[in-house]
Nanobody, 128 residues
């Protein structure tokens, strides 16, 4: 059974930092691109960041560029989202997702419909 489990969310003051983790079980992540998305109840899902399976290609939404860093450690079967200079508008539930990219280790897709596995989400709240 494949599972993605996010952790590292919580309450942080504006300007603070958090590191989200996405740990996989039942699957070897080095054949998967990873995407981070966020969504608040009643709102549309928003893309945050993506990383190819080999870690060489990354993408950041304009809203997080320069503040967030996506990374992965395939040996630990885990991906990360390092979030710095957090703002109130970053408050959301953050989800990681894995996309099987057997055809290219440098590829990722920004389309959430192409992702095969999703985590349950972790809440990030930025508030003073």
């Amino acid at each position: 059974q494949v599972q993605l489990v996010e952790s590292g969310g919580g309450l942080v003051h504006p300007g603070g930092s958090l590191r989200l983790s996405c740990a996989a079980s039942g699957v070897t992540l080095d054949s998967f691109a990873i995407g981070w998305f966020r969504q608040a109840p009643g709102t549309e899902r928003e893309e945050v960041s993506f990383i190819s399976s080999d870690g060489t290609n990354t993408y950041y939404a304009d809203s997080v560029k320069g503040r967030f860093t996506i990374s992965r450690d395939n040996a630990k079967n885990t991906a990360y989202l390092h979030m710095n200079s957090l703002k109130a508008e970053d408050t959301d539930v953050y989800y990681c997702a894995a996309q099987f990219t057997y055809h290219s280790r440098t590829y990722y897709s920004r389309d959430p419909a192409t992702y095969d596995y999703w985590g349950q989400g972790t809440q990030v709240t930025v508030s003073s």
